[in-house]
Nanobody, 124 residues
Framework: DVQLQASGGGLVQAGGSLRLSCVAS????????IGWVRQAPGKAREVISC????????YYADSVKGRFTVSSDNAKNTVYLQMNDLKPEDTAVYYC?????????????????WGQGTLVTVSS
């Protein structure tokens, strides 16, 4: 049974930090790219970061580049998203998702499996 469990969201003031975690189970972790996808109210889903646990390569959207860092602990089947210098426009539900294949995936529609999402709210 494939599962992606995202956690770590919460309420934080602008300029603050949060670390999201995504624990994967039920599939071979290193055969997938793991992405962080967020959806703000009234907006489309956006892939903000992606990592290939097998290759160690990463992708960041321009909106988060320099502030967010994605990493993986392959022994724990876990991907992290360290979010620093948070801004009110980062407020969204954050999902982790898995795409079969080791290449980075920038398009939400290409992901095969999705977690349940964790809410991040940044107050000004």
């Amino acid at each position: 049974d494939v599962q992606l469990q995202a956690s770590g969201g919460g309420l934080v003031q602008a300029g603050g930090s949060l670390r999201l975690s995504c624990v994967a189970s039920g599939f071979t972790f290193t055969n997938y790219a793991i992405g962080w996808v967020r959806q703000a109210p009234g907006k489309a889903r956006e892939v903000i970061s992606c990592i290939s646990p097998s290759y160690g390569t990463t992708y960041y959207a321009d909106s988060v580049k320099g502030r967010f860092t994605v990493s993986s602990d392959n022994a724990k089947n876990t991907v992290y998203l360290q979010m620093n210098d948070l801004k009110p426009e980062d407020t969204a539900v954050y999902y982790c998702a898995a795409d079969f294949g080791k290449d980075l995936t920038r398009w939400p529609s290409l992901y095969d499996y999705w977690g349940q999402g964790t809410l991040v709210t940044v107050s000004s």
